[in-house]
C-alpha cells in the first residue's frame, strides 16, 4: 500500500483509514448518510432533515473539541469518504470514553469497514489517549452493529429496558464494553 497517496492519513489499516472531518467533507456524501432511512432506523438522527446548518455546527465542534475525537472513515483504495467513527464525551478522570460509528455508505457495508476502522479507533484510545474503557449502547435489534462491535472485541455488560421508541415500539439497548488489557489480548498487533 502507497501511504504517501491517502489524503491526510491519521490512522491507517488494510482496507480504510482514519482522517479528520474536513469542512469540504459536509459537500460530499456526509450529508446524505442521515437522509437514508434504512441507515438511521436504528439512529436518532433520522428523526428530523439534516441541513447545512446543523453539519456545519458539527463541524465546527469536531474541529475544535478536547473530549470528543471525530474522525471521517475513508477507503484506501479511492479516499471514498464512508463514514464516521467517534470517541465522546471522554472523561480524562475515569479514563472512559462512548463510541460512535456510522458506516454510511451502504456501497461497502458488510465488507469489515466498521470493523477496521473500530480497531484503530481502539488501539489509538487505548495507546494514545490513556483510556482504560470504551463503552456504547446500541438497540438490541441492530444485529449488524453488534457484530462489528463483537468482532472489535467489546461484550456486553447489560441490557437496558425500553430505551428507544423505534416504530412505535419499545426497544432495549445493549450496554457493550472493551477494557484496554482484553483488547490487547484479543489484538496483541496493536500493543
Ligand atoms: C452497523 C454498521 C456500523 C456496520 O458497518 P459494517 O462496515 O457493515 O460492519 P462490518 O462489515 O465490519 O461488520 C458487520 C457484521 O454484521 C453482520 N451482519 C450484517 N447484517 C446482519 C444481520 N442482519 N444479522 C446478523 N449479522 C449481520 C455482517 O455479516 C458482519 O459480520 P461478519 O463479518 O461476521 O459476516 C453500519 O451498518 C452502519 O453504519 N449502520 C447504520 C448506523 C448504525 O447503526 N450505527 C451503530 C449505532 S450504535
Given at each position: 500500500m502507497n501511504v504517501k497517496r491517502l489524503e491526510h492519513p491519521f490512522l491507517v489499516g488494510k482496507q480504510v483509514y482514519l482522517r479528520g472531518l474536513q469542512?469540504?467533507?459536509?459537500?460530499?456524501?456526509?450529508?446524505d448518510w442521515f437522509h437514508d432511512q434504512d441507515n438511521t432506523?436504528?439512529?436518532?438522527?433520522?428523526?428530523r432533515p439534516n441541513s447545512r446548518e446543523s453539519m456545519e455546527a458539527f463541524y465546527e465542534h469536531a474541529a475544535t473539541s478536547k473530549d470528543d475525537l471525530i474522525l471521517a472513515i475513508c477507503m484506501n483504495?479511492?479516499?471514498?469518504?464512508?463514514g464516521n467513527i467517534s470517541l465522546q464525551q471522554?472523561?480524562?478522570?475515569?479514563?472512559r470514553a462512548e463510541l460512535g460509528i456510522i458506516?454510511?455508505?451502504?456501497?461497502?457495508?458488510?465488507?469489515?469497514v466498521a470493523t477496521e476502522a473500530l480497531k484503530l479507533i481502539l488501539a489509538h484510545g487505548f495507546?494514545?489517549?490513556?483510556?482504560?474503557k470504551v463503552y456504547l449502547r446500541v438497540e438490541e435489534g441492530n444485529k449488524a452493529a453488534r457484530r462489528a462491535f463483537e468482532k472489535a472485541g467489546f461484550v456486553e455488560e447489560g441490557i437496558l429496558r425500553d430505551e428507544i421508541l423505534h416504530h412505535r415500539a419499545w426497544q432495549n439497548s445493549v450496554y457493550m464494553g472493551v477494557l484496554e488489557d482484553e483488547f490487547f489480548k484479543t489484538f496483541p498487533e496493536f500493543a
Open positions: 469542512r469540504s467533507d459536509i459537500d460530499g456524501p456526509w450529508f432506523r436504528f439512529m436518532f438522527n433520522g428523526s483504495e479511492d479516499n471514498r469518504h464512508v471522554v472523561s480524562w478522570f475515569y479514563r458506516v454510511g455508505d451502504r456501497s461497502v457495508q458488510g465488507r469489515g495507546n494514545r489517549l490513556n483510556l482504560h
